[in-house]
């Protein structure tokens, strides 16, 4: 069974850093991309960052440059380092994968961005 835990959110100030992470169980980890989605209250699900089995990385332009997502699959484990954070990337993140033409998600983890 796929399982994926998310850690990491809080609330942090303008301008500061959280680094989010993603256990993952039940799949060959290494061998799927892996993505980073973000929901705000009353808005849609949106994907923040992606992240290849080969190590290719794509953003939303919202985040580029601010954002780095890594993967560590020793450890079975998904990141995502955010600095230079904003009141608007408030939200919860969630990190999911595809396997077997189903979608997992975790549970999610809130950040909260706010002086």
């Known amino acids: 069974q796929v399982h994926l835990v998310e850690r990491g959110g809080g609330l942090v100030q303008p301008g500061g850093s959280l680094r989010l992470s993603c256990a993952a169980s039940g799949i060959n980890f290494k061998l799927y991309t892996m993505h980073w989605y973000r929901q705000a209250p009353g808005s849609q699900r949106n994907l923040v960052a992606s992240?290849?089995?080969?190590?290719?990385?794509s953003y939303a332009d919202s985040v580029k440059d601010r954002f780095t997502i890594s993967r560590d699959n020793v450890r079975n484990t998904l990141y995502l380092q955010m600095n230079s954070l904003k009141p608007e990337d408030t939200a919860r993140y969630y990190c999911?994968?595809?396997?077997?033409?189903?979608?997992?998600w975790g549970q999610g983890t809130q950040v909260t961005v706010s002086s």
């Open positions: 992240i290849t089995s080969s190590h290719d990385r």
């Open positions: 999911t994968v595809r396997f077997r033409d189903n979608d997992y």
